[in-house]
């Protein structure tokens, strides 16, 4: 049992830290405005995924950024342009690094073939509008002004001139970081990525030059939800990399101008995430809030190699409006942290219901097997938009990266016992159809041979395909393994 002297001793260790802890703290807050500037250096500015070097130990300067408006087409999704006003050519804009305690000079020009005037609100500046007011420029003219960077963090700027949200959801936002003294900690690979919310004349796909729709704006309506400003600006060959090991940091932010994003990695948890972009951290996070007009610093380490998908949770988002990346990691497995399928076999259970989309309606009419093109056509149509319109959309055209297409599809048109094996079975596995792959699950659906025959029929006499008919023959024949 402790002593009363020792219990005391205790105490006072603690009272003393604590009060150590605390001055510290607000010294250091206190004084941001009295770090004193040596020379001057030209701000290094990237556009995104990239980021500027970190920091690192450099005193405070006086930091010059030259930032020029453009007003430019650019590509929203493949066939879809949109106008896109934009701070230093790309959406979102160019990233900026400082520290504490920076000077940062800003030079904001408006580009002689643009149409209207602008200016920039950056949420790391302490003044009024955030330097709104002393940078609204027109076209062919430029303005300076110059801001103390008081507090360390991840910070939103954007356009706020009227009408801002108009402005906004035209790509006028960006991050501009504002790193500790002595820089954040060093990690291996840095990203820089930002949510915006679309809203256009045409819906989602609609083809060609794409106006904003203000209307759907104010009803907060989006046409496209999309990291770094069109859909699939980190898929494919533009995907961010790391190897196995590494440490990645992301600096994630929402433009909006409406929608609060539920950020996530699929298959990693955040080991850190700098909450809100502030100096609150937090461990282990699965998900996190990024709101409009705010940011989070994430970070993760990488154990195992894959492909690993960037998110808005808020998901129809991300599989149907854009909101998707991915992150490619290269290097050894380990078989401990991931082991990847380990067995695979039949499974039927007793009541049968494992994998099975629910039953076509029985209202269907399916009459005799000796239909007329026309009757299947009218059967197959029925069971399609109950049982298959969810995945493979209305006009066959299917869901990028998710769910392939049926219309015009090379890989339905090559076999057809093959699509009615498919439909009959499932179909699990990477396929490659119209020459990109799809890994995806289809579930058997347990609909009859001959509904099975009008939809297939259906299918393959819609949307460009090679007008089989197929019977219910050709089904029943597939079904005995024939
Ligand atoms: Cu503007």
Not at 36 to 47: F, I
Not at 231 to 249: C, P, Q, W, Y
Not at 419 to 434: D, P, Y
């Amino acid at each position: 049992m402790k002593t009363l002297k020792q219990i005391s001793i205790l105490l006072l260790c603690m009272a003393l830290f604590l009060a150590c802890k605390n001055k510290s703290e607000k010294t250091e807050e206190e004084n941001t405005a009295d770090i004193p500037v040596s020379r001057e250096m030209k701000a290094e500015l990237t556009s995104p995924p990239n980021v500027p070097r970190p920091v690192g130990r450099r005193k405070a300067k006086k930091l010059i950024v030259n930032m020029e408006i453009l007003e430019k087409e650019g590509t929203m999704t493949d066939g879809t342009t949109y106008n896109y006003w934009t701070f230093g050519g790309s959406v979102p804009g160019s990233f900026i690094r400082t520290r504490v305690g920076d000077e940062v000079e800003f030079t904001l020009s408006n580009h002689q073939d643009n149409k209207l005037p602008h200016n920039i609100d950056l949420h790391a500046a302490t003044g009024p509008g955030g330097g709104a007011s002393s940078s609204f420029v027109a076209p062919g003219h430029q303005k300076t002004f110059s801001f103390k960077t008081l507090n360390p963090g991840l910070f939103v700027y954007h356009c706020a001139t009227a009408p801002v949200g108009m402005h906004i959801a035209n790509g006028m936002y960006g991050l501009i970081l504002v790193e500790p003294v002595g820089g954040l900690p060093l990690v291996d690979k840095e990203y820089y990525l930002m949510q915006g919310d679309f809203y256009t004349a045409g819906e989602n796909g609609a083809p060609g030059l794409q106006s904003f729709d203000m209307q759907k704006a104010i009803n907060e309506n989006a046409d496209y939800v999309v990291f770094n400003g069109r859909v699939g600006s980190l898929t494919g060959d533009n995907a961010i990399t790391a190897n196995v090991g590494e440490t990645v940091r992301l600096y994630v932010g929402n433009g909006g101008p409406n929608l609060v994003s539920s950020f996530h990695v699929i298959g990693e948890i955040f080991d850190k995430v700098r909450v809100e972009g502030g100096s609150l951290v937090n461990d282990n996070v699965q998900t996190t809030l990024v709101p409009s007009g705010g940011a989070a610093i994430v970070e993760f380490k990488v154990d195992v190699p894959g492909t690993f998908i960037i998110v808005d949770h808020s998901i129809f988002r991300a599989f149907n409006k854009g909101a998707l990346g991915m992150l490619k990691v290269e290097g050894e497995e380990n078989k401990t942290i991931y082991s990847g399928v380990v067995q695979e076999g039949v499974y039927n259970s007793v009541d049968d219901n494992v994998q099975k989309m629910p039953k076509a309606d029985k209202n269907v009419k399916v009459a005799s097997s000796n239909k007329s093109l026309a009757q299947k056509m009218e059967s197959g149509k029925q069971i399609y938009t109950q049982t298959c319109v969810a995945c493979h959309q209305a006009e066959g055209q299917g869901i990028p990266n998710a769910f392939p297409p049926l219309a015009k599809s090379d890989y339905l048109n090559a076999n057809t016992k093959r699509a009615i094996e498919i439909v009959l079975k499932g179909k699990t596995g990477e396929i490659t159809v119209n020459g990109k792959k799809y890994n995806g699950v289809m579930t058997r659906q347990t609909i009859s041979n001959d509904e099975i025959a009008d939809v297939l029929t259906y299918v393959y006499n819609s949307w460009g395909n090679n007008k089989t008919n197929v019977t219910k023959a050709q089904v029943a024949a597939a079904k005995s393994g024939h």
